[in-house]
């Protein structure tokens, strides 16, 4: 596609940690999507993102209309330069794209003694309590934390109740989805897991407002205004889809998508290793907490992504099939072996 | 009790804003509460919380065993001065108390152009996904976002699906609660809304596993960590309680509570001119999303509570009979005019 060798590196290196963690639909499986939005001529693959503008703890990133999974990277190393200079750098992006695996992103910080954040906005797919209408990205909130003999905490999570891939899982296999999950088009509670591509929408974390649906809609909120507002992006309803093949929203308030970025220097507070200490007491007491059912414990965030990880690195990635023959496409159009 | 005359300022500034706002769970109802910490000797008020340790965006506030109404709005001064100067400004705080209503302190931000957020961990009340244990507080979240010609975004609430007070309010009524909200003390769903004083727990946010609790359970966590690891505080299921009547922990790592502030100045991103104009198109795009049912729209954070406030400056704030008759005693005790 014409990216320079250091960018493909780290989109190849995003991609490739997705499905390393057990996270597929982020992974290699979207390689043909990201192809896609460039022949549309939605992403450019010969611009560099820069620093528009900028104070000791904060930039605002132009993408320039690249690549997300290059923007995030290099708006990732400005938070952290500027968090070596000054105890914490926080960086809000415009004119971006989807930038993969929000959780790798904000692991970058941690080499560093950091705290890594890492938040994005993305196209509506969720409707806000009380709303049958879309207005809102699965907008992720990702927080890495480094700990000391234990490894890192590692949250990643959609502010939904369920991330739109489980229900592609659900519907591929044919199975209903719990209540809570997604609404249909008129508002209404349903199982039926393909309710969101017939016009539904998926719920806010909670679900339902007597489960507080609304605080789920609130940190969804708070994702979009700092990556999308703050930036100069668009937001809300007006945020561009992932798929080639929808329309552009008519009206755009920004440019593209928006991200936020944010890391803080552990000793900017306390020594390291005292606070790492405290990680580790932290993470064990959490470890042994008394389980209700005794072979299931309390999970520490980035737990089950290790576990995958050490399994594939040993294994192998299993790729599904249409992924794969995806990949082969697109081996034989750039000429690649694959 | 012999605070300084601008410290009980601070202090019946932030109950009564609290009352004002409709959030009498966290208003003068209080009040007797503090003074019987430091009937108790855990709450000094003849100290002055400071900085032990800073870079330019950062800093550790000791709260000096202060009172947390008065320790909050100081450190949170502190994280808009540091804004004002590089950007943004991040304050971790230990050795505090109980700091009242969370959404007012990030509130102190937005007549200065800028974001403002608050945490707070808070003693142990509440159970992992799959433990039974309480292991965390409710830790509140509370972001400010100024907008322009509509009124600023104030998110303001607990990491669980439902706050304390109001399971005290269902007991009070002898109604149950929807499952979800809390477990016993074996960790069984249950709708009794006692459960939680019969040795129970609050759950997460998102309820149970199939709704992602996990989500809720990282939101409280890192609340947990930002406020009491990275400043040096009791952190889990160490915090000190609120009640005087409840025994300290038996062991506790760190000092007090831990509270965590950020201030963002917006124009270290974009002008705030333009930022607000976008933040009122966002406000007003969220109010004209279409309803499910014609009653019920969408609402903006922070309008339930001006309204209340609304109603409660022309109408005043009617108090509990309980309530009353604790600010008598108090007022008896301390011969001030009631």
Redesign the interface.
């Known amino acids: 596609m014409g990216l320079p060798a250091s960018s493909a590196a780290d989109a190849a290196r995003v991609l490739l940690s997705a499905d390393l963690r057990g996270v597929d639909s982020h992974g290699v499986a979207r390689l043909s999507g990201y192809v896609r939005l460039w022949d549309a001529g939605r992403i450019q693959t010969n611009t560099w993102p820069f620093i528009e ?8 990133v132009d993408g320039n209309a690249g690549l997300g999974l290059c923007v995030a990277p290099y708006a990732m190393q400005v938070a952290i330069v500027k968090a070596a200079q ?3 750098g ?1 960086v ?1 992006v415009h004119n971006s794209s989807h930038f993969g695996i929000a959780g790798v992103h904000a692991m970058m910080a941690l080499p560093h003694d950091m705290i890594g954040i890492a938040f994005t906005n993305a196209s509506p797919l969720v ?7 879309r ?1 809102l990205g699965t907008n992720p909130i990702a ?1 890495a ?1 480094p700990a000391g003999e234990e490894p890192p ?1 590692v ?1 990643d ?1 959609a ?1 939904t ?2 991330a739109n891939g489980k229900l592609e899982i659900l519907q591929r296999k044919k199975e209903s989805a ?1 209540l ?2 997604i ?1 249909t088009q ?3 509670p349903t199982t039926d897991a393909s309710a969101l591509k017939q016009g539904g929408a998926l719920l806010p ?3 339902d407002r ?3 649906s ?6 969804g ?2 994702v ?2 700092f990556s999308g ?4 992006a668009n ?3 007006y945020v561009p889809p992932f798929p080639a093949y929808l329309a552009m929203p008519s009206f755009m ?2 440019k593209g998508i928006g991200h936020f970025f944010g890391a ?3 000793d ?3 020594k390291a290793a ?2 790492k200490k ?2 580790d ?2 993470i064990r ?2 470890r042994a ?5 005794p072979e ?4 520490i ?1 980035g737990d089950p992504e290790r576990t995958e990880t050490a399994h594939r690195l040993q294994h192998g990635i299993e790729l599904m099939e249409e992924v794969y023959d995806d990949l082969q496409l697109l081996a034989e159009r750039f000429k690649l072996a694959l």
């Open positions: 503008h900028e104070t000791p703890s904060t930039a605002v000054v105890g914490t926080w809000s409707a806000p309590t009380f709303s049958k209408d207005m927080v934390i905490f949250a999570f502010t109740t369920a719990p809570g999950w609404q008129e508002g209404a974390l909670g679900g007597e489960h507080s609304h605080k789920g809609f609130m940190l909120s708070i979009d205004i507002v703050l930036s100069g937001f809300g309803k308030p920004g803080i220097r552990i900017g507070f306390r005292d606070f405290d990680m007491t932290w007491d959490m907490a008394a389980p209700i059912h299931q414990t309390v999970v965030p």
